[in-house]
């Protein structure tokens, strides 16, 4: 159901700034329920979610942990989401995917790794 794929990761050191992207064949666009999510893992750690996206109707929302840092946007024509992340913490290192589902932005805090569409991540390293 297209191809989703994340980039922009790298190592940085505490303070510094990345812009992830994600890459989609345009399917989440096609509903008008459709979000796209990106979701951080560290090592031993839990999936969690970082921030939401509606492609149709410019609603986002934030994790409580990265608000305020990290900005979701979105480029139709390319079919491409952005998460640019200021000010990392060391905190940030995690790898970072992305998905894409027919749910409400809201609901995609909850999105389970099963449902949906996931890229297979890209790594983030933030040093002190």
């Known amino acids: 159901q297209g191809q989703v794929a994340e980039s922009g990761g790298g190592s940085v050191q505490a303070g510094d700034s990345l812009r992830l992207s994600c890459a989609t064949s345009?399917?989440?666009?096609?509903?008008?329920?459709?979000?796209v999510g990106w979701y951080r893992q560290a090592p031993g750690k839990e999936r969690e979610f970082v921030s939401s996206?509606?492609?149709?109707?410019?609603?986002?929302h934030y994790a409580d942990s990265i608000k305020g840092r990290f900005t979701v946007s979105r480029d139709n024509a390319k079919n491409v989401v952005y998460l640019q992340m200021n000010n990392l913490k060391p905190g940030d290192t995690a790898v970072y995917y992305c998905?894409?589902?027919?749910?409400?932005?809201?609901?995609?805090?909850?999105?389970?790794?099963?449902?949906?569409?996931w890229g297979q991540g890209t790594q983030v390293t933030v040093s002190s």
């Open positions: 998905a894409e589902a027919s749910s409400l932005v809201w609901s995609m805090e909850s999105l389970r790794p099963g449902n949906g569409f």
């Open positions: 345009g399917r989440a666009a096609a509903s008008a329920a459709a979000a």
């Open positions: 996206i509606n492609w149709s109707g410019e609603v986002s």
